[in-house]
């Protein structure tokens, strides 16, 4: 090959073409997505035009200052590496059979985040609803068992322990009341006369796990009835 | 002298080659470069071991979580991603620095001028490796794929890439002579793809985030870009390279050569949306990406004959150079490897091997057993040539051969049919997750065992380079190259 600048030209163009193809397009398609109410009505103007409902809460919601902190703790953990956060669509794979979530996630779904988390490996199952399985106070507790280390909840699991998000420390008066309650013949509980409390790092952690829940409709992803 | 060793090029010594003037003009273009490339092998060297130590834990603790399970900084989620940026950012690009840069000055025939820079620009990319893998196992890790290192260390990687991929190109500029080689394209391409695929990923993910899954479109267009037009370029290149040299035959066929340069170059880059296959991405972005990973069958398979021709009935040289032993394992991974890869873009196929341990092995399969061989198999080549000495053991490159070779094989098989078997439990939801997961630990035990093959491998490398290096005198008195099998007694 002697015609450098048709080398040239050709190496350049072969990246812009798929920079433009797939980049480029991409955020021309998907950078101006905004949340949106869970269906859409007909606009006033134009019957034919649907537009988002007055006064309807739109989706997907922000997350808590304490939610957003605990991403940051997942990611400084890199949790991303073994758990996806996006569920494919009913006979693909088997997330919905699986109770991993209600519908298939789709693009509208992460307009919120200031990082993406969709991960690519499954050691563990996925956590984009994960807050919907575990919800409320038995949830939270259960968390924490299950990250100070997880045979504590599910024997045989392969996923770390993260005991230096817990403090384990000596009971001064009371036991407090965010002491982990381990069940009761439980290998892993503290020593008599002392109790393990979660750290902030690992509040927020299960603040996060909570907020993940994909429970209402989007326009284009509507929760089967 | 023997029929068996005569059949043996004689640019496999460095001593001797026929043109008295082009081994002149190819040692002093050696000579310039031999303190830069001597600091990136050395410090390819280094990173491989560290990350060797860090994909170690990585590995126990995927079956043991409780090993090592106290250390924050050395949690799975951590160790892992210092192991694959140490390995991509360290051992992939040093080397890359060392045998790609000096394979371009010698085909483009120009020596190297300025090489105070290219070494500033070569410690300070190390720096920057060094504290990136630092901020990771800290804790200041991105959680995005490939792009881990942390913000603050990523300006100083692009500015001393560019010092060193400017000096490629300049040495481009500068050549001598009408012909340019295939390697040469490969080469200057890689160069030029490198930091445009960099600069990109970083403005749209980490700097100036773009909305929603725009990042993991990018992400992905990025990632598998890597692979398939850095690291590939890289090797194919040195395969290109060292094939001739070594065999003393030209390559088969310069148009397979062409167009198996342009036909990757074309489809490579829209590959990388696989990897969203039933994400939540529009599906003509996943359909672009399975058309272009199944168009890829067409370079693979021309680069692959085009190679196997060249080397066709050449078996046993192949088989007794160091070089050609590593490099030609290299490029039949490189075959295997991406046909592989193309099914795995079937959405039949991905169903099953998205998010499993598959993916992981495929990966190994093209960093480590494409990439990685054909790079050791570049290194035994070039450094010969650079100190003008040659290799003092034999029986350590064999082992090395050997211990990668065994160690990479055991673990592709392991990961794939454990990452099989792993995604088709995992599609049937009546199987309990946990019982799924328990079924990958055999499986990931024996990744570990592969671990500690690859381990003795380097290390058995290491040790012959670094006696190559400093016991310079016992060395010095070889003459001989050192050849893997015994010549035969002429009969």
Redesign the interface.
């Known amino acids: 090959m002697k015609n450098l600048p048709t080398l040239f030209c050709g190496i350049f163009f072969a990246l812009a073409f798929s920079f433009s193809g797939l980049i480029l397009t991409g955020h021309i398609q998907l950078g101006g997505l905004e949340p949106s109410t869970e269906t859409l009505v007909p606009s006033d103007d134009d019957p034919n035009v649907m537009v988002m409902e007055e006064g309807q809460t739109r989706y997907p919601l922000p997350l808590s200052g304490i939610a957003q902190q605990g991403k940051q703790v997942y990611i400084e953990l890199g949790c991303i590496y073994c758990h996806t956060q996006q569920i494919r669509r009913p006979g693909f794979g088997a997330d919905i059979e699986r109770g991993w979530g209600l519908r298939q996630t789709v693009a509208r779904d992460y307009v919120r985040q200031d990082r993406v988390l969709l991960g690519t490996m499954r050691t563990g199952p996925d956590l984009a609803h994960v807050g919907g399985r575990y919800a409320g106070d038995a949830g939270r507790d259960w968390n924490h068992l299950h990250l100070y280390n997880p045979q504590t909840v599910s024997p045989g699991s392969t996923m770390p322990p993260y005991p230096f998000l817990y403090e384990t420390r000596e009971i001064i008066n009371e036991p407090s009341p965010k002491a982990l309650d381990f069940p009761a013949d439980s290998e892993y509980a503290p020593p008599p006369g002392y109790e393990i409390v979660p750290t902030r790092r690992a509040e927020a952690l299960v603040e996060y796990l909570l907020s993940l829940r994909v429970d209402y409709s989007l326009p284009e992803a509507p929760i089967p009835e | 002298m023997s029929n068996e060793s005569h059949r043996i090029s004689p640019s496999t010594n460095p001593y001797s080659s026929e043109d008295g003037s082009v081994r002149a003009e190819l040692s002093a273009i050696d000579a310039s470069i031999r303190t830069a490339a001597l600091f990136f092998v050395v410090s390819a060297i280094g990173w491989l071991m560290i990350g060797t130590v860090l994909a170690l834990m990585a590995a126990f603790?995927?079956?043991d979580?409780?090993f090592l399970?106290?250390?924050?900084w050395l949690?799975?989620?951590?160790v892992?991603?210092a192991h694959l940026n140490a390995m991509a950012f360290g051992w992939a690009n040093n080397v890359i620095f060392a045998v790609g840069l000096w394979i371009m000055a010698r085909l483009c025939r120009s020596t190297v001028d300025h090489k105070g820079i290219l070494l500033i620009a070569g410690i300070s990319w190390n720096i920057g490796v060094t504290i990136g893998v630092l901020g990771i196992l800290r804790?200041?890790?991105?959680?995005?794929?490939w792009l881990e290192i942390p913000q603050y260390a990523t300006p100083m990687l692009a500015l001393s890439y560019a010092l060193i991929g400017v000096w490629g190109v300049m040495a481009f500029r500068f050549r001598k002579g009408?012909?340019?080689y295939v390697s040469q394209?490969y080469i200057?391409?890689a160069l030029?793809?490198f930091p445009?695929?960099y600069i990109?990923a970083q403005a749209?993910?980490i700097w100036f985030?773009?909305?929603?899954?725009?990042?993991?479109?990018?992400n992905w267009?990025f990632a598998h870009n890597v692979l398939g037009?850095w690291l590939t370029p890289m090797a194919l290149a040195t395969v290109y390279y060292v094939i001739p040299k070594v065999l003393g035959r030209p390559i088969h066929s310069y148009y397979l050569s062409?167009l198996g340069f342009?036909s990757l170059?074309?489809f490579y880059?829209?590959a990388g949306?696989h990897?969203?296959i039933?994400?939540?991405?529009?599906v003509w972005?996943v359909s672009?990406g399975i058309v272009a990973s199944v168009m890829m069958v067409i370079p693979v398979i021309v680069v692959g004959l085009n190679h196997h021709m060249t080397v066709v009935g050449r078996h046993r040289e192949v088989w007794r150079s160091p070089t050609l032993r590593f490099a030609v394992f290299g490029a039949i991974s490189y075959t295997i490897t991406s046909l592989i890869g193309s099914s795995m873009a079937l959405?039949s196929v991905n169903?099953v091997t998205?998010?499993?341990?598959f993916?992981?092995g495929h990966a190994h399969q093209g960093v480590y057993a494409f990439f990685t061989m054909v790079m050791f198999g570049g290194v035994y080549y070039m450094m010969p040539r650079l100190l003008k000495r040659e290799w003092p053991s034999a029986g350590l490159i064999s082992l090395h051969f050997w211990a990668a070779s065994i160690g990479i094989t055991i673990m592709i098989v392991a990961l794939h049919v454990g990452g099989w078997i792993q995604g088709l439990q995992?599609?049937?939801?009546e199987i309990p997750?946990?019982e799924t997961?328990?079924n990958?630990?055999p499986w990931?035990k024996a990744r570990s065992v592969s671990g500690l093959l690859l381990t003795v491998g380097h290390v058995a490398f290491a040790i012959n380079f670094f006696w190559m290096l400093f016991a310079a005198g016992a060395v010095r008195s070889r003459q001989e190259p050192t050849l893997l099998t015994k010549e035969r007694k002429p009969v």
């Not at chain 2, 399970?69 to 924050?72: C, D, I, M």
């Not at chain 2, 949690?75 to 951590?78: A, I, N, V, Y």
């Not at chain 2, 804790?139 to 794929?145: N, Q």
């Open positions: 603790k995927s079956h979580p409780d399970g106290a250390y924050e949690t799975f989620g951590r892992r991603s804790g200041e890790i991105t959680s995005v794929e009408d012909h340019v394209w200057l391409a030029f793809w445009w695929l990109v749209m993910i985030p773009a909305r929603g899954v725009v990042q993991a479109v990018v267009w037009l062409v342009w170059a074309i880059n829209w949306m990897h969203l039933g994400g939540p991405v529009p972005l672009a959405r169903e998205h998010f499993t341990h993916t992981v995992m599609n049937n939801s997750f946990i997961v328990e990958t630990v990931l």
